[in-house]
């Protein structure tokens, strides 16, 4: 049975977005989702600041990694991080809505490589995230036979 590659990325997204409570915890949204790309918003919040005022890192890093997982199970196999890297580019702000887009760069086999930009309501960017990913066995959301 072949199913439309949109539908299965929507299905996916939404059977992730599911059992994700820690990305719900944060107030992130899936925004959009097709196959080889996600987009996320997460507000910031007083709880999220660092001793500077500004988000921590580790939110700003959660957000792009989520991006990043939504964007490489969009196909519906799962997928796991293998490793990520982030540089971050300026700071966010209490109140500022982030968003992360994360775009597949690369699919060959098991591997995938995705970058991810996260920016400002303004469209500052914030960060900017490299993932590779690696296909385990399964997958993400099951289909009616």
């Known amino acids: 049975m072949q199913i439309d590659p949109q539908a299965l990325a929507e299905l996916a997204g939404q059977t992730m977005f599911e059992r994700d409570p820690a990305s719900q915890a944060l107030g992130m949204l899936l925004a959009e989702i097709r ?23 580790g939110y700003i890093f959660m957000l ?11 196909h519906n ?13 300026a700071p966010g702000r209490e109140g500022d809505l982030l968003t992360a887009e994360a775009t597949e760069q690369a699919l060959a086999g098991k591997t995938g490589v ?32």
């Open 64 to 74: 792009a990694d989520s991006a990043f997982a939504f964007a490489c199970n969009s």
């Open 35 to 57: 196959p080889g790309y996600a987009r996320m918003t997460m507000p910031v919040r007083v709880d999220m600041l660092n001793g500077h005022q500004t988000c921590h890192g």
């Open 114 to 145: 995705y970058d991810v930009t996260v920016t400002n309501q303004d469209g500052r960017k914030v960060a900017l995230l490299r993932g590779k990913s690696h296909r385990v066995a399964g997958n993400v959301a099951e289909l009616a036979q």
């Open 77 to 89: 196999l799962n997928t796991v991080g293998a490793g990520c890297t982030i540089d971050y580019l």
